[in-house]
């Protein structure tokens, strides 16, 4: 018989739907994958059981109040609600629902926030002295409301507490966190069917950006641009130097980085050493090549390069950003 992981979802008024409703479809599709090894069991609970208006409109039904829980669970699950002012989007913290994470998270095996779910772990103390992430749109304010936290509001998802705490980024990011749950559990292969059975273009790792190269600058309005940019993806490895892209281009050097740095924000060195950097980043997250191999893999050319660029844009090395991303097998 498989190992039950009983996991249980907070729902309450207005929370953001697909917090809910992404994480719930990942650990179905493992159960599916696997059939049925996996051994999820997931249950919604509220504030009172019943029909819960979520943020979208939609009702979800929550299958136990708070007060019917139990200490029987596996993995804990909070996500998040917004309130929409003048000023951008605040978290909602309902003191309800902290109060029961509070109670709850003792008994968990893991606990997990979604998006803005990570200011409920905060007031609940769950996250003081501890790195934490949340959807960036809110993540100064976390950062002012606790200043006990350490908010980086740029990965994907933050493990922390010897793998029993994590936060996540907000919107689909949930699902990027309940794969890599999965993965804990389940392995990566597992992680992996399942996110082809989403039809995810990539299961990104922990310590990769809420916005990848491409979405970090601004969209362009030159569709040759735009298709440059995609064979740069494809390419790291080959010769990307301004030159050999103002050939490909059929533009001189000059006038290729003047259209370049306009429809992107940034020069053409600047932006494949970024890209080559994140490429870097996922085979240190997911593989244990060797770092002469990632620097070639990814472009960079030598492990001394590679070491250059992690300090120029990450402000650390290779090895220690390994160490504290490195996604490991069941």
Same mark, same amino acid.
């Given at each position: 018989?498989?190992?039950?992981?009983?996991?249980?979802?907070?729902?309450?008024?207005?929370?953001?739907?697909?917090?809910?409703?992404?994480?719930?479809?990942?650990? @179905?599709?493992?159960?599916?994958?696997?059939?049925?090894?996996?051994?999820?069991?997931?249950?919604?609970? $509220?504030?009172? /059981?019943?029909?819960?208006?979520?943020? @979208? $409109?939609?009702?979800?039904?929550?299958?136990?109040?708070?007060?019917?829980? $139990?200490?029987?669970?596996?993995?804990?699950?909070?996500?998040?609600?917004?309130?929409?002012?003048?000023?951008?989007?605040?978290?909602?913290?309902?003191?309800?629902?902290?109060?029961?994470?509070?109670?709850?998270?003792?008994?968990? +095996?893991?606990?997990? &926030?979604? %998006?803005?779910?990570?200011?409920?772990?905060?007031?609940?103390?769950?996250?003081?002295?501890?790195?934490?992430?949340?959807?960036? &749109?809110?993540?100064? =304010?976390?950062?002012?409301?606790?200043?006990?936290?350490?908010?980086?509001?740029?990965?994907?998802?933050?493990?922390?507490?010897?793998?029993?705490?994590? !936060?996540?980024? /907000?919107?689909?990011?949930?699902?990027?966190?309940?794969?890599?749950?999965?993965?804990?559990? =389940?392995?990566?292969?597992?992680?992996?069917?399942?996110?082809?059975?989403?039809?995810?273009?990539?299961?990104? =790792? $922990?310590?990769?950006?809420?916005?990848?190269?491409?979405?970090?600058?601004?969209? !362009?309005?030159?569709?040759?641009?735009?298709?440059?940019?995609?064979?740069? *993806?494809?390419?790291?490895?080959?010769?990307?130097? #301004?030159?050999?892209?103002?050939? +490909?281009? %059929?533009?001189?050097?000059?006038?290729?980085?003047?259209?370049? !740095?306009?429809?992107?924000? #940034?020069?053409?060195? /600047?932006?494949?050493? *970024?890209?080559?950097?994140?490429? @870097?980043?996922?085979?240190?997250?997911?593989?244990?090549?060797?770092?002469? =191999?990632?620097?070639?893999?990814?472009?960079?050319? &030598?492990?001394?390069?590679?070491?250059?660029?992690?300090?120029?844009?990450?402000?650390?090395?290779?090895?220690?950003?390994?160490?504290?991303?490195?996604?490991?097998?069941?």
């Amino acid at each position: 018989m498989p190992t039950p992981h009983r996991v249980v979802i907070a729902v309450f008024p207005d929370v953001d739907l697909l917090d809910v409703t992404g994480p719930a479809e990942v650990f @179905a599709l493992a159960n599916r994958e696997t059939g049925g090894r996996a051994g999820y069991q997931v249950r919604l609970a $509220g504030p009172v /059981g019943g029909a819960v208006r979520t943020s @979208a $409109g939609v009702r979800l039904l929550a299958d136990l109040s708070f007060a019917e829980v $139990g200490a029987d669970v596996d993995t804990l699950l909070v996500p998040g609600a917004v309130e929409l002012t003048g000023h951008g989007p605040v978290a909602k913290v309902d003191t309800t629902v902290v109060d029961w994470v509070r109670e709850t998270a003792p008994h968990a +095996r893991r606990v997990a &926030s979604v %998006c803005v779910g990570a200011h409920v772990l905060a007031a609940a103390g769950l996250l003081d002295g501890r790195t934490a992430t949340t959807h960036w &749109s809110t993540a100064a =304010q976390l950062a002012a409301d606790h200043p006990e936290v350490t908010v980086d509001p740029d990965p994907i998802f933050v493990r922390t507490d010897r793998g029993r705490l994590w !936060t996540g980024a /907000g919107i689909s990011a949930c699902l990027d966190l309940a794969l890599a749950l999965v993965a804990e559990d =389940q392995g990566e292969r597992t992680a992996l069917a399942v996110a082809r059975q989403l039809v995810m273009y990539l299961k990104r =790792q $922990g310590g990769q950006s809420q916005f990848s190269v491409p979405l970090s600058h601004p969209a !362009t309005e030159r569709r040759d641009i735009d298709e440059l940019l995609r064979w740069i *993806a494809e390419h790291l490895d080959g010769d990307l130097s #301004t030159p050999a892209l103002a050939a +490909r281009m %059929c533009l001189s050097e000059r006038h290729f980085a003047r259209v370049f !740095t306009q429809e992107t924000g #940034t020069g053409p060195a /600047g932006y494949v050493e *970024a890209a080559r950097v994140e490429a @870097a980043r996922r085979l240190l997250e997911t593989t244990d090549r060797p770092l002469d =191999q990632v620097a070639a893999a990814a472009g960079l050319g &030598s492990a001394e390069t590679l070491h250059r660029a992690f300090r120029r844009r990450l402000a650390t090395t290779p090895a220690a950003y390994r160490r504290r991303f490195r996604t490991p097998a069941a």
